[in-house]
């Protein structure tokens, strides 16, 4: 008898166990979700890149380095 009730006690146990890591879970993933959101709004807020020059295509400057600020 006592060797059934120790094993209920276990098995009622791990199941609270594993509805807690269950709830962890879902927190974490709730707590990601709004990370990200953040993340894409603040880099939704960002200008534009400007785009880049092309290379001269003929003279002697600009046609082998190209820098620009």
Sequence with gaps: MDLANTALVNN???SGSSV???AQMMVLKKAINLQAQGV???LGSLPPTPTQPALAT???LGTRLNTYA
Excluded: E, H, Y
């Design 40 to 42: 894409m709004d603040l």
């Design 58 to 60: 003929s003279g002697s």
């Design 12 to 14: 009622v146990g791990s």
């Design 20 to 22: 807690q890591s269950s």
